[in-house]
């Protein structure tokens, strides 16, 4: 049974960084992709990032280009996400799943998403 945890979410000031780290279990992680989406209250969700098996690709989302950056550390079963210069827009629930792209669609397990709250 795969399962994903989210940590790091939390309270954080407009220019500051937090990193978000999703730890994985119950299948061979160093060979799917992984992502990151958000959502904040009334809105869809959106994508954020996405890395491929062996961290050799990803893709960010345009709203987060430029300040966000997804990685993976196979040794720790663990995808990271580092957020800088956040925003108060960026404040969302923000969750990872197993697959690559840009639509919710294209993934298959997802875990229980971590609160990001920027204030301004």
């Known amino acids: 049974q795969v399962q994903l945890v989210e940590s790091g979410g939390g309270l954080v000031q407009a220019g500051g960084s937090l990193r978000l780290s999703c730890a994985a279990s119950g299948h061979p992680f160093t060979t799917y992709p992984m992502g990151w989406f958000r959502q904040s209250s009334g809105k869809e969700r959106e994508f954020v990032a996405a890395?491929?098996?062996?961290?050799?690709?990803?893709l960010i989302g345009d709203s987060v280009k430029g300040r966000f950056a997804i990685s993976r550390d196979g040794a720790k079963n663990t995808v990271y996400l580092q957020m800088n210069n956040l925003k108060p827009e960026d404040t969302a629930v923000y969750y990872c799943?197993?697959?690559?792209?840009?639509?919710?669609?294209?993934?298959?397990?997802w875990g229980q998403g971590t609160q990001v709250t920027v204030s301004s």
């Open positions: 890395i491929n098996w062996n961290g050799g690709n990803t």
């Open positions: 799943g197993q697959g690559y792209g840009s639509t919710w669609s294209d993934y298959r397990y």
